[in-house]
């Protein structure tokens, strides 16, 4: 990355009552680039960006340091945290109708974002929502204002959302399985909506997927995590030609292919593992078939193939690359 | 039973309900399943796909007799269901089985996993359970051990893997699969479909697999029908269909399928799902439809076998071809 990063992570960890849910997240994002977090369920892809925006109950651990053009976040006072969130990251989340308010209006809950980010209000105000919900696409916006969310489809919906993010003029789009509750041909409406907003806008994006095809299509460079760690990162068509974590190429095995002949697809067999019952060396030794008997000692450090491609994993480090057999 | 017959033959299945809008509101007619055909072979799987609220889930309970069609018929074995909650269709019951979405959900949480597939022996009279769960447990991949599990002490793929184990026990024919891996992670996704694909060559029963998924549907189906509010809008094999969908609308279907590599053409669609309550006139995906004629807005098209066996229920699909037969 040339740039100065506008979000950088550094060794950010998250626990829940003792146990570890984030072991050490490093991660950047550049101003205006789209970046993918890939994993399955409990891998953290959610909690990290929930952490970095000071969204975790009370009884969360966080060590590590979130920053945003030099401003540090973890610990920060309520009202600088106020301020970033909605003003230069906005998050969206799965189910578009519990996170709106179903008694207010459409209108109301995009003007309380003008009031609130913009110090808007009034006709302005008003003017500026029907102004955002023309730019998510929401046919006959000046009268989709008065509105409720129940009268609106699940996409629509999250078109709502998507302009109740844009309100503030956010530098980053963090948005958390943002298509995974939507039709699929909903879902291709929003995906191209996302792209041409950023088109428009030139925020950044950060896609929290588990769908490898989604972030393929919407993102420039990925993350895939598994159990609280980032364990590859590289561009999305470096990823797909050359992946180097057995996690990764486990990942796009086991996804279906849309032609050639049918067999049987390359599951990843057993299952992720508890945080109680973490393995001591490499988290996913336990379900790699190319594991070697170091893996079960450390967690093995990050490996960096190129500037922009890095695998943790003992077989991606170059010492090991030539002198372990395929 | 007739050997002949196919497994599954369902005839112009139609299922309405009545939804009022509002609390005094008039009731509204909701035609959920419109006229729906279809067959499914021993050791063969039909794929259904089509958004929510098509009337694929429908459609699966009405062919098991869950639920009564308002017309039409179903029949299995060549024998039509007999009414629902008689003994008959209790017995019947044992050949045909559902898998549902949330394994969670379809397992009693107080219920250690060996009792639950252990329970339809005791309801339809097998007999050796013990050894019978045993190997059940083994087909689905789990181990014997683990049938003193409870479901919370497993994980998502072993759950559906105990919840498929269950539906296996009494040797059904016919398993109605009703989005079985939507709710699981991607890696376990591939298990899932992987074992099913297993079971049926093991078994040899007949499949229908329900879901939005036309990458999942391809991996384990024989044929693919795509629905579209109530209606089937077409049938054929996976690949012609994945590979040259016919119809509009399974045409959106296809190139909405994210793949990593592929950055095609995508068609957009333009606006929401059509509301069931509110069905447009003739075809009911015109107003959506990229090419929609104004004949398109006057005839509903029938489902009509083309010349390369695919059946499409398009206008203009047909359009190439010789003159269509006349309508039945």
């Known amino acids: 990355m040339a740039e100065a990063p506008l979000v950088a992570l550094d060794g950010l960890t998250v626990a829940f009552d003792g146990q570890p849910a984030l072991r050490g997240i490093d991660f950047a994002v550049a101003p205006g680039e789209a970046v993918g977090m890939v994993g399955e369920s409990g891998c953290g892809k959610s909690v990290t960006w929930l952490a970095a925006l000071g969204l975790l109950p009370a009884r969360a651990r966080i060590g590590g340091r979130v920053r945003i053009g030099g401003q540090d976040l973890l610990g920060a006072p309520a009202a600088v945290l106020e301020k970033v969130r909605g003003g230069r990251i906005a998050m969206i989340f799965q189910d578009p109708a519990s996170s709106l308010n179903p008694v207010h209006r459409i209108g109301s809950q995009v003007t309380e974002a003008l009031a609130l980010h913009r110090g808007m209000g009034g006709a302005a105000a008003r003017a500026e929502a029907k102004r955002l919900l023309d730019q998510v696409g929401i046919p006959d916006a000046a009268r989709r204002l008065d509105a409720y969310p129940h009268e609106l489809s699940g996409g629509q919906n999250q078109r709502v959302m998507i302009a109740i993010a844009l309100a503030g003029r956010p530098e980053l789009l963090v948005a958390d399985e943002p298509t995974t509750a939507l039709d699929v041909t909903i879902q291709a409406q929003i995906l191209d909506l996302l792209a041409s907003l950023r088109r428009e806008t030139g925020m950044a994006l950060v896609l929290i997927s588990h769908d490898l095809g989604v972030v393929a299509e919407a993102c420039e460079r990925v993350a895939v995590m598994y159990a609280g760690r980032i364990v590859e990162e590289a561009p999305v068509t470096r990823l797909f030609d050359a992946a180097a974590h057995p996690y990764t190429q486990g990942l796009i095995g086991a996804l279906p292919p849309i032609d050639g002949p049918r067999r049987p697809l390359a599951a990843i067999p057993g299952g992720v593992p508890e945080p109680w019952a973490m393995p001591p060396g490499c988290a996913f030794a336990p379900r790699c078939s190319q594991r070697l008997s170091a893996c079960d000692i450390a967690a093995p450090p990050t490996a960096r193939m190129d500037a922009l491609h890095s695998a943790a994993c003992l077989r991606a480090a170059p010492a090991l690359r030539e002198s372990v057999p395929a | ?328």
């Not at chain 2, 699966?60 to 017309?71: A, F, H, I, K, N």
């Not at chain 2, 060549?78 to 629902?84: E, I, R, T």
């Open chain 2, 1 to 328: 039973m007739r050997p002949d017959a196919p497994l599954l033959d369902a005839k112009d299945l139609v299922r309405r309900y009545d939804m009022r809008r509002g609390f005094l509101g008039r009731a509204v007619e909701v035609r959920a399943v419109d006229g729906v055909s279809l067959r499914i072979e021993r050791g063969r799987t039909l794929g259904l796909v089509g958004e929510s609220g098509c009337g694929k889930s429908t459609t699966g309970r009405l062919v098991l007799g869950m639920e009564t069609p308002d017309q039409g018929s179903v029949s299995f074995e060549g024998q039509p269901l007999p009414s629902p909650g008689s003994a008959a269709w209790r017995a019947q019951r044992a050949r045909m089985q559902m898998v549902y979405q949330d394994p969670l959900g379809a397992l009693d949480r107080r219920l250690s996993i060996g009792t639950q597939v252990a329970e339809p022996l005791e309801i339809h009279r097998i007999g050796d359970r013990a050894a019978r769960v045993q190997d059940l447990l083994r087909a689905v991949g789990l181990r014997p051990d683990q049938a003193e599990r409870y479901p919370h002490e497993l994980s998502g793929g072993q759950r559906q893997r105990a919840v498929l184990a269950r539906a296996l026990a009494t040797e059904p024919a016919l398993l109605v699969c009703d989005e079985p891996i939507s709710a699981l992670d991607v890696s376990i996704q591939a298990q899932v479909m992987n074992l099913l694909v297993d079971l049926q060559e093991r078994f040899g029963m007949g499949i229908l697999f329900i879901s939005h998924d036309l990458r999942a549907v391809r991996q384990v189906s024989h044929r693919v029908a795509v629905m579209y509010l109530g209606r089937i809008v077409e049938e054929g094999e996976p690949d012609a269909i994945l590979q040259d969908p016919a119809h509009p609308y399974a045409r959106t279907l296809v190139s909405a399928i994210p793949h990593p590599g592929r950055r095609v053409d995508r068609i957009i669609l333009q606006g929401d799902p059509p509301n069931p309550a509110d069905r447009p006139s003739g075809c009911a995906f015109h107003p959506r439809c990229p090419v929609a004629t104004a004949l398109c807005a006057r005839e509903t098209p029938a489902l009509k076998r083309r010349g390369d066996g695919r059946l499409v229920a398009c206008h203009l699909a047909h359009r190439d071809e010789a003159l269509p037969r006349k309508a039945a």
